[in-house]
């Protein structure tokens, strides 16, 4: 089956800890995005990747970073500075139009408790 | 800066009822809305809209968008309480002439239907 998966479904830290969220796809999809929701938020962009090797920073991309070694992975880096970590975190993935409008899948989601 | 303002933030509703979810944008270089329904984990597509006035359905959800007044809405009739979730409603930026971009996401909207 074509999809996103993101690994793992929940996930602990102690504070101080960097941590790495998975995002994987087989959709051959050329973007993928990193989103981070709060309670009563909407998502926010953390980082996004139109090809391999080049991404993009979002609107709240301090204290994270992100890798694009093949087109089909997108992992986040969560570091011990980013001063509010405990979110829960969404992947997405779009095919690349010219000039069209486009659709973002999501993957199922890491929530992330920090303590 | 571009901004998705969705109204209202939450919603009590009957079984049966008739509900109307609303989104004004404020961006550059608008390209698309897209409707999510947000149940537990990943947003879920529902609807993009790119030209005013078209009305798009889906069994008992629709949505129309209007370009001069820069806002979208989101209809749902004879509600269920299976329609229980988080809409949410973005918008997609074109930066580049090539390329998609991330989209802004509003707050979303919670409605909760009940027996």
């Known amino acids: 089956d074509g999809g996103i998966t993101q690994s793992p479904k929940y996930l602990f830290r102690k504070e101080g800890q960097n941590v790495t969220l998975s995002c994987e796809q087989n959709?051959?999809?050329?973007?993928m995005y990193w989103y981070r929701q709060d309670p009563g938020q909407g998502l926010r962009l953390i980082y996004y990747s139109q090809i391999v090797n080049d991404f993009q920073k979002g609107d709240i991309a301090e204290g994270y970073s992100v890798s694009r070694e093949k087109k089909e992975s997108f992992p986040l880096t969560v570091t011990s500075a980013q001063k509010n970590p405990t979110a829960f975190y969404l992947c997405?993935?779009?095919?690349?139009?010219?000039?069209?409008?486009?659709?973002?899948?999501f993957g199922p989601g890491t929530r992330l408790t920090v303590t | 800066e571009d901004k998705v303002v969705q109204s209202p933030l939450s919603l009590v509703v009957h079984e049966g009822d008739t509900v109307t979810l609303n989104c004004s944008y404020e961006v550059t270089n608008f390209r698309s809305l897209l409707w999510y329904k947000q149940e537990k984990k990943a947003p879920t597509f529902l609807f993009m809209l790119?030209?005013?006035?078209i009305e798009k359905k889906s069994g008992r959800l629709s949505s129309i968008l209007d370009k001069k007044e820069l806002f979208s809405i989101l209809n749902i009739t004879a509600t269920q309480t299976g329609d229980s979730a988080v809409y949410l409603c973005a918008v997609e930026v074109s930066i580049w002439n090539s390329g998609n971009t991330p989209l802004v996401f509003g707050k979303g909207t919670r409605l909760s239907v009940i027996a």
């Open positions: 790119t030209s005013s006035g």
């Open positions: 959709l051959n999809h050329d973007a």
């Open positions: 997405a993935s779009s095919i690349i139009l010219g000039q069209g409008a486009y659709e973002q899948y």
